[in-house]
């Protein structure tokens, strides 16, 4: 048998430590003999060095805080383990696998106990954190309320995907807003016996083309200014003196027949200059692209190269203009001033009474016919706008009036003129053009979803009416109508429905 010398527990052979306090054991006769427990001594109490709690003596662990006890003095210090307990031991070894430690021998130092948990903390950390997460929830929901307000009263819209801006590419065709060009599948050609000259050669024709090409440019944007929708393809063909001036041009072909566009760069082509050299007359022809789209180029320029494949070489022009001639006097007619008188041969010779010849008054010429024409529709206030152009006896109206029967007044003015033919009427009515427009916008407004909205347009004003959900589709309205055609919202009557709140 064997005992404990610590606590006098008696344990068989074949255990080698205490299960109290994990002294190493020693032979019973050895416990029985020695002085390690003074059993007659008296005992004193072991104060717990971290809460002051009573211990009876040989007891190691604090039974209210847990916290390792000091050794007393009364009391020998437990051996370490692996130790020997000295000669009256039985020698058998201390291994892991027969070592089975007490409860109360958890570390050879003094253990400090964790501070117990603090309830009230935990209590507000808990009511911090149930309140957060409230809050949450309530702005999710929130959050998602919006969300649904904003799809409802947005039916129309397309979700925004965000894109990359596209490289710019160099090609003429990426040019925004409109443009003049030559065209690409139609060449630039130089006529005439001097064609071939440096001053007059396609390279010469096509420097002068860039050099006046921003007043085309100016001059078709002044189209557009006033309401004209105006995409063409034109061959214009110039005249062009030895001096370097355009003595002629015409438009001899167009994709879309506007004699308003025609006479516009007819007249800014009649101002461009050549470089003067010594040769013959040469006509130049110019394919020329009007177009309000990039992506229009393609299909105006397609629709030119088949107009000129089908026109044949004595085709009479479509517009045609020539500087008015200088007036020739006609061969029966007198010299309005007299020829100059020899003096007299003697100055105190007294003339001898002449008969006076009577000089026949010259007849003015009768006016041509397109002045006729003009003269005609300027005395009319209604027919200010309308101009004309005539080809032999076939006179083509151009330009705007106010409405339909406007343009009936200006076909019967020119069909009054005397030596007219036919007239082919070619105006535009103010409003034709104002319908235009809001046809236009109110597309646009329906395509934003904005249905329960009026547009009515009267010249370059316009005046919205109807009901929308919100305050932001008012003010939509407005943005949308104004960017669809070149008007200024004057008047906006929408209402706000009240309880259109959800798009319903």
Avoid at 49 to 76: D, H, I, W, Y
Avoid at 175 to 189: E, I, K, T
Avoid at 309 to 327: D, I, R
Wanted: charged share 20%; glycine share 10%; hydrophobic share 40%.
């Amino acid at each position: 048998m064997k005992t404990c010398p610590q606590c006098a527990r008696t344990y068989p052979d074949a255990e080698s430590f205490c299960e109290a306090d994990g002294t190493a054991l020693v032979p019973a006769a050895a416990s029985a003999g020695g002085t390690t427990r003074m059993t007659g001594a008296a005992e004193v109490p072991i104060e717990c060095p971290v809460c002051g709690g009573k211990a009876e003596p040989g007891e190691l662990m604090c039974n209210f805080c847990g916290a390792r006890l000091p050794v007393s003095e009364t009391q020998a210090p437990p051996p370490r383990p692996g130790v020997s307990s000295g000669a009256g031991a039985s020698g058998t070894a201390r291994r892991p696998e027969n070592f089975v430690p007490s409860q109360d021998k958890f570390t050879s130092t003094r253990f400090t106990p964790p501070p117990p948990p603090d309830e009230d903390a935990d209590g507000g950390r808990s009511l911090a954190t149930l309140i957060g997460y409230s809050v949450a929830a309530l702005i999710a929901l929130a959050g998602g309320a919006l969300l649904a307000i904003h799809l409802s009263s947005h039916p129309g819209e397309p979700a925004k995907v965000a894109q990359a801006t596209p490289a710019a590419s160099p090609s003429p065709a990426a040019a925004a807003g409109p443009f003049v060009d030559l065209a690409h599948s139609v060449p630039l050609q130089t006529i005439g016996d001097s064609a071939g000259a440096p001053e007059r050669n396609v390279d010469a024709a096509r420097a002068v083309f860039d050099s006046g090409k921003s007043g085309l440019l100016d001059t078709y944007r002044g189209l557009l200014a006033g309401g004209a929708p105006v995409d063409d393809g034109m061959m214009v063909r110039l005249t062009v003196a030895p001096s370097g001036a355009v003595t002629g041009a015409s438009v001899r072909t167009s994709t879309a027949p506007n004699p308003e566009l025609d006479a516009a760069a007819v007249k800014s082509m009649m101002g461009w200059s050549f470089t003067p050299f010594n040769g013959g007359e040469v006509n130049i022809d110019y394919p020329l692209i009007f177009a309000r789209d990039s992506a229009q180029a393609n299909a105006i320029d397609s629709g030119l190269a088949a107009k000129l494949a089908s026109l044949g070489p004595t085709a009479a022009p479509e517009y045609a203009f020539a500087p008015a001639a200088a007036p020739t006097a006609t061969p029966g007619m007198e010299a309005a001033v007299p020829p100059a008188i020899a003096p007299p041969a003697a100055p105190a010779a007294a003339a001898a009474p002449k008969h006076r010849r009577r000089v026949a008054s010259a007849r003015p010429p009768r006016p041509r016919l397109l002045e006729q024409v003009q003269s005609a529709l300027r005395s009319n206030r209604k027919l200010n706008r309308v101009n004309a152009y005539t080809n032999g006896g076939v006179v083509t109206l151009y330009g705007k009036v106010f409405d339909d029967n406007d343009k009936r007044l200006a076909v019967r003015t020119a069909r009054g003129v005397p030596g007219v033919t036919d007239v082919i009427d070619q105006t535009v009515t103010d409003t034709s053009v104002w319908a235009q427009r809001q046809q236009q916008i109110a597309q646009a407004l329906a395509s934003a979803g904005l249905t329960g909205v009026t547009v009515k347009v009267i010249g370059r004003d316009a005046y919205l009416d109807g009901e929308v959900a919100s305050d932001l589709d008012r003010q939509r309205a407005v943005t949308i109508a104004q960017a669809a055609a070149p008007v200024t919202v004057r008047t906006n009557l929408i209402r706000v429905s009240v309880g259109r709140v959800f798009g319903f």
